[in-house]
């Protein structure tokens, strides 16, 4: 489905994007959203997004740079105004972050024209929504070690075993699955597969509770799974460079002018909500926002979030980036810890009250800076842990002596 006849010029693009966005903003959901994708745990929630991630892409704003014939609106180079605009206007997130972020990347450069066809539609407008596969018990920074296997059967694939932190896994209708289709090589003995879910037969998917009491992840287990062969996605043995792709495609993901659907949000945003909590939160007889120091503070995080967006503007200019990782890698580190940091000083903000949680009718900004702040800590493991992250960035990207 294509919503435009022609090409349209970056700043048309841009008006177009803004009004639309505000005169179709969704009413409010039927129960309160969580704040990232991540965490949608109920029907009516799920509902919801969909159906608003549905009309974001009818209207153009999702698919904006896919190519027409694989779902896409063939207009290249604009998605990165619509994830701009999305987050601006302050609209809800869109909940197939999974097949966003990385699914249509992998697909777009490691599947067949067949599957580009049959995947990337549903994959855009949020109808299917995707999980990602890759984690096992044994096998998390250390990726290469997967235990799940897939043995050849007929025209397909006989799979069995066992992933873990599956994200929207309870939702999912597709995952982007890691094998082991041979155990005589580590890296080339690894096959990726396009995996049915949702009523697959052999696929059992149970939800884990995070220490926020949300779900939204999953452990799934596959029993005697059938996989056909169409569903392979590039060759037998190939599964570790695919993963590559998506892996840096999740990474980058976390970019502030990328992430529209990442729960992320713009860091601008983002100060703009301390500030808000600062001038309504009292302190020594005034206010917080007129104390020095909660002041200060607050510039502090002004200051980062102006280097991430000045960051995410240098991405774009290849002469500004020396290695080609840097970027990458560095944004995940960095964004995920900015995060952390902004929940932390809005704990401190709100003082004592940072205690009153969400279902607290006194909870400051309704228990959202507790949340965050629990919540952050699993933003700074998923997608690799920080600790790999400057790992990588040592040894691929500054030259240091390989970690023992
Ligand atoms: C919120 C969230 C969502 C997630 N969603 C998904 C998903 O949808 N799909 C999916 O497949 N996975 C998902 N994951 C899993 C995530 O990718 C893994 O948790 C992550 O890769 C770390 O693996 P692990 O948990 O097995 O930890 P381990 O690999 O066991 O690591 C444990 C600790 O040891 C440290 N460590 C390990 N090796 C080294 C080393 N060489 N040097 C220094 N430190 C090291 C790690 O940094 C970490 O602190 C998610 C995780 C979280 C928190």
Redesign the pocket.
């Known amino acids: 489905m294509n919503a435009f006849d022609r090409k349209m010029e970056p700043q048309e693009f841009r008006s177009y994007a803004r009004k639309w966005l505000a005169e179709n903003a969704p009413p409010p959901p039927p129960e309160r959203l969580p704040i990232t994708p991540?965490e949608v745990m109920t029907v009516p929630q799920r509902d919801y997004l969909q159906a608003w991630q549905r009309k974001c892409y009818e209207a153009g704003l999702i698919g904006t740079d896919y190519p027409v014939e694989y779902g896409g609106h063939g207009q290249s180079g604009l998605q990165r105004i619509a994830n701009q605009e999305l987050e601006h206007a302050g609209v809800p997130y869109l909940i197939n972050i999974?097949g966003l972020s990385m699914v249509a990347p992998t697909i777009m450069k490691h599947g067949t024209d067949a599957q580009k066809r049959k995947f990337l539609p549903g994959c855009l407008s949020g109808e299917e929504i995707w999980?990602?596969?890759?984690?096992e018990p044994g096998a998390?920074?250390?990726l290469s070690n997967q235990r799940t296997m897939a043995v050849p059967d007929g025209d397909g694939w006989i799979v069995n075993g066992h992933?873990v932190?599956?994200?929207?896994g309870h939702f999912a209708k597709w995952m982007i699955l890691i094998t082991r289709t041979s155990t005589e090589h580590r890296y080339e003995g690894l096959t990726y597969f396009l995996c049915p879910i949702a009523g697959h037969p052999g696929v059992t998917v149970r939800p884990l509770i995070k220490m926020t009491g949300e779900t939204g992840?999953n452990e799934v287990l596959f029993e005697n799974v059938r996989v056909p062969d169409a569903h392979r996605l590039d060759d037998i043995g190939k599964g570790w460079t695919v993963a590559m792709t998506t892996l840096s495609a999740e990474r980058g993901a976390a970019e502030g002018a990328g992430s529209a659907g990442s729960g992320f949000g713009d860091p601008a945003v983002t100060i703009h909500k301390l500030i808000e909590l600062a001038r309504g939160t009292k302190r020594g007889g005034g206010l917080a926002a007129n104390d020095p120091v909660t002041r200060d503070a607050i510039v502090q995080r002004a200051i980062l979030a102006e280097g991430l967006r000045q960051s995410a503007k240098r991405a774009r200019v290849p002469a500004l980036c020396d290695n080609p990782m840097r970027l990458a890698l560095q944004t995940k580190l960095v964004v995920t810890e900015f995060d952390q940091g902004n929940a932390r000083l809005g704990f401190e903000i709100a003082g004592a009250h940072s205690t009153l949680y969400k279902l607290d009718p006194r909870a400051p900004a309704a228990g959202h800076w507790p949340l965050a702040y629990l919540n952050s800590f699993?933003?700074t493991?998923?997608?690799?842990?920080n600790?790999?992250q400057r790992?990588i960035l040592g040894e691929r990207v500054l030259g240091l002596p390989k970690?023992k």
């Not at 493991?381 to 842990?385: C, M, Q, Y």
């Open positions: 991540i999974v999980c990602q596969g890759f984690s998390g920074s250390d992933k932190w599956t994200s929207l992840f699993g933003n493991i998923a997608a690799g842990t600790e790999i790992n970690s």
